[in-house]
């Protein structure tokens, strides 16, 4: 019996394009790795290279439910992701969005009883014994702001000291153009006086 070719292939919510391998279509399903996706298709006997547009509705039907309950398929405990937990302390393992609405709920979890971890998570800082000398760094600027940029009265010294200095130079030019034009006109009445007073003198003489 021939089954058809399905272009999108739906299991436990996610749309899968029918063209992916099925060890690979299987990972896109979150809480779903390449090790369980691989223990799943050995247990069902089912080729890992192949399309997983040619899968049967039985085939998905049986790979939802050993997804949704792989206990009940004789997985191991440590093959789980959420082993103990806290308030049933049972074995089990959460897929889509049941993940991070756990996690989430772990973290407020934390952040109420005031552990170490929860102050951790309050201040955003890493949790998990991490370095955080050199890494981690967000929030405000560490170290020397980048950019360039000048505080308005540091940006105003050297305008006022520029406008200083160019009265500076200018001081010196008006009064070397004034000091020759000062003198040209000194020594012409010198000249003058002189000739006035050496007239007289010639006169005496004769």
């Given at each position: ?26 990972t ?25 547009g ?26 789980l ?69 000048v ?56």
């Amino acid at each position: 019996m021939t089954v058809e070719y399905q272009y999108i292939v739906r299991i436990v919510g996610n749309d899968i394009p029918g063209e992916r391998k099925m060890i690979v279509g299987l990972t896109q399903i979150r809480g779903v790795g390449y090790m369980f996706a691989n223990t799943i298709l050995n247990v069902l006997k089912i080729n890992p290279n192949q399309r997983i547009g040619n899968l049967s509705p039985e085939q998905v039907n049986s790979i939802e439910s050993i997804i949704k309950n792989p206990s009940g398929s004789n997985f191991p405990s440590w093959f789980l992701n959420r082993r103990k937990d806290v308030e049933t302390g049972e074995d089990k393992h959460l897929l889509t969005s049941d993940i991070a609405f756990t996690v989430r709920n772990d973290i407020e979890r934390e952040k109420t009883s005031g552990s170490w971890r929860g102050i951790r998570h309050m201040f955003g800082l890493k949790v998990r014994g991490q370095r955080t000398r050199c890494t981690g760094r967000k929030g405000g600027a560490v170290g020397v702001a980048k950019g360039g940029k000048v505080m308005p009265t540091r940006e105003g010294a050297p305008a006022a000291g520029a406008e200083g200095a160019a009265g500076a130079e200018g001081a010196p030019a008006a009064g070397a153009e004034g000091a020759p034009a000062a003198g040209a006109e000194g020594a012409a009445k010198t000249k003058e006086s002189s000739g006035k007073k050496e007239a007289p003198a010639a006169d005496k003489k004769k």
